[in-house]
């Protein structure tokens, strides 16, 4: 028997008291946004992976999640709906010839990779993180998964921070998102 689709308020609500702020960090004017006490609530966990499911398009045949919490978040999606899980890392983390690309964020710039020849040609792939802000790096994500000519069926993110242009960044890719917030 599975659990019931909890409705769009219940979620709302339960991200409120699940989602920790840290104001000032990583730098000074921002709120970090600390999704640890969602992860060690199990129940509340569950309901947020059963109703992040009824967002998601159909037949996607790989959820690429971004290091860290993308991996965290992504892998249980992609086990609910019979997918398959591939990683993006940060640089140098992965053995061979991984796919890399290098990006500006808000705060310097960083480099990310793909495992080289984990995506087939075609592939109906959904970018999956935590949270959607400026887009740096779901941009970076996109175009780097898109490089082995694969269909990106969209972007799904479980917090949006609104007022920060994320969605800007990702001109024509359809996005969810779990919760959003003005910031």
Do not use: C
């Amino acid at each position: 028997m599975t659990d019931p689709v909890p409705t769009t308020e219940q979620i709302e609500a339960m991200l409120h008291s699940h989602i920790a702020e840290y104001p000032d960090f990583p730098a000074p004017g921002v709120l970090f946004r600390d999704i640890t006490p969602l992860l060690r609530d199990a129940a509340a966990l569950r309901a947020v992976i059963q109703y992040w499911i009824t967002l998601l398009p159909e037949d996607i045949e790989y959820i690429v999640g971004t290091e860290a919490r993308g991996f965290v978040l992504g892998a249980p999606l992609a086990y609910e709906i019979g997918a398959g899980f591939i990683p993006v890392r940060k640089a140098g983390k992965l053995p061979g010839t991984p796919a890399s690309l290098k990006y500006d964020l808000e705060y310097g710039s960083a480099e990310i990779q793909i495992p080289e020849n984990s995506l087939p040609a075609g592939a109906r792939t959904l970018i999956v993180d935590d949270l959607l802000a400026t887009g740096g790096t779901a941009a970076a994500t996109i175009e780097l998964t898109r490089r082995f000519d694969v269909e990106v069926l969209g972007a799904s993110f479980l917090i949006e921070l609104e007022g920060l242009g994320g969605r800007e960044q990702l001109p024509g890719v359809p996005l969810t998102t779990v919760w959003s917030i003005e910031d």
